[in-house]
């Protein structure tokens, strides 16, 4: 391939929004390594994501010695290993080679990665000090590392969901009332603040016109305007505004604790600091439904209340007993005839009548005596011989 300078190595790699980690201590070492390594075509992605698992596997070995030597330097290689994991995707960007299974193992690998590391740093640990505290921060990890992954995971997916529907729901609305979104496709506002992060959003929606934008995040920036700001001026440096994501919770248990010699505190801090961060994305998912909600009624306002939202007959189950209605309307198994079933009894309710004797039902609304009870077990007594139970 051509040879490119520094600058266009990043900017054709680099994401627009990174980790703080990544920005100013992966990025600047992955982006020079990356013009050296994009010059073998032998060197392909999926191999530099093997080669990111295997010294990840490494840096695990050394944290599981334990000793202060061997913590150091599996920090180090966990660093380096997460550099390597860095260095493929931006490898399949710069060549275009990228392939749906490649995406796929760098997940895994990544959670192998982690687990392995998480196991055998707080196992190094609990073998010589016995202190079982060490056992839960190995759980602590493990569990918000794929809780933090998992979530997001959903999160991205419902969101789609929810731009998917609304842009078929705009596409099918001919009528009159609504004919100013027709011949312009619906935008975003998340996505014109991707493409200008610097322009207020009241100017994006001004100049792409207000009929066709659509917010899913108004509630959250009316509740909290000086977020806006505060992401504006961290996108200039490419900083996102989650602080502390699972990039950064891993570099910290994996990296910053073994260096520092403090591995619970600085797994305790960091898990209790990434915990607050997703609650945050949570509460703002939770904004982002509600917003969505609202829209759905704007675009459907015969829906009433529940657009948007789940179908009330979906909750209690009628899509799943229509088969059973349909057999139970059959007349022929309403009321069961004597002969088939000579036994059937309903569970009998509280009628009282005149003269002071209760009635049973019988088949289906049908009373009986109590008197003639009897003679109905004795015409229906089983033969000689048999125990009627």
């Known amino acids: ?25 992966v990025d600047p070492v992955a982006t020079r390594l990356l013009l050296v390594v994009a010059r073998f075509r032998f060197i392909t992605p999926n191999r530099v994501t093997w080669a990111a698992l295997f010294v990840g596997l490494a840096a695990g070995g050394f944290f599981l010695e334990g000793d202060r030597q061997s913590l150091i330097i599996g920090a180090l290689l966990y660093h380096v290993s997460f550099i390597l994991d860095c260095i493929d995707g931006k490898l399949a960007r710069l060549k ?38 060490y056992l839960v921060a190995a759980l602590v990890v493990v569990f ?10 959903q999160i991205y997916k419902m ?32 996505d014109l603040l991707r ?25 959250f920036r009316d509740q909290f305007p000086w977020y806006t700001r505060i992401r504006r001026a961290m996108l200039r440096t490419r900083i996102r505004p989650h602080l502390f994501s699972g990039i950064e919770f891993q570099m910290f248990v994996f990296i910053v ?13 960091s898990a209790g600091v990434l915990v607050l961060f997703e609650l945050v994305i949570m509460y703002k998912f939770w904004l982002s439904t509600r917003d969505f909600t609202r829209v759905m009624e704007a675009l459907n306002p015969d829906s009433g209340p529940a657009g948007g939202t789940i179908a009330p007959q979906l909750h209690r189950g009628r899509h799943r007993r229509a088969a059973a209605d349909a057999l139970l309307a059959d007349e022929r198994y309403q009321a069961p005839e004597p002969e088939e079933d000579p036994f059937f009894r309903p569970y009998p309710q509280p009628n009282p009548v005149a003269g002071g004797l209760p009635h049973i039902p019988v088949l289906h609304g049908d009373t009986m005596p109590l008197t003639q009870v009897g003679q109905v077990r004795t ?9 009627n139970h």
Not at 1 to 21: E, F, N, P
Not at 96 to 116: A, H, K, Q
Not at 161 to 168: L, N, S, V, Y
Not at 173 to 179: F, H, P, T, W
Request: glycine fraction near 8%; include cysteine; proline fraction near 4%.
């Open 257 to 269: 604790g073994p260096l520092i010699g403090q591995i619970l505190w600085t797994t305790a801090i």
């Open 379 to 387: 015409a229906h007594k089983a033969p000689a011989g048999r125990e």
């Open 195 to 219: 493409d200008n992060p610097h322009t207020p959003a009241e100017t994006l929606r001004a100049e792409s016109g207000a009929g066709n934008v659509v917010d899913l995040h108004e509630q």
């Open 1 to 25: 391939m051509a040879r490119l300078s520094l600058r266009a190595v990043q900017k054709l790699t680099c994401k627009k929004r990174d980790a703080w980690w990544t920005v100013f201590l």
């Open 144 to 153: 918000l590392d794929m809780l933090r992954y998992v979530d997001a995971l």
């Open 159 to 190: 969101r789609m969901a929810m731009r998917t529907k609304i842009e078929k729901v705009t596409r099918a609305d001919v009528e009159a009332k609504r004919s100013s979104m027709e011949g312009a496709p619906v935008v975003f506002m998340e």
């Open 96 to 133: 275009g080679n990228g392939t749906v299974f490649g995406g796929w193992l760098d997940y895994v690998f990544d959670r192998i990665r982690v687990l392995f590391c998480a196991l055998a740093l707080m196992g190094g640990q609990f073998l010589p000090h016995d202190d079982e505290r």
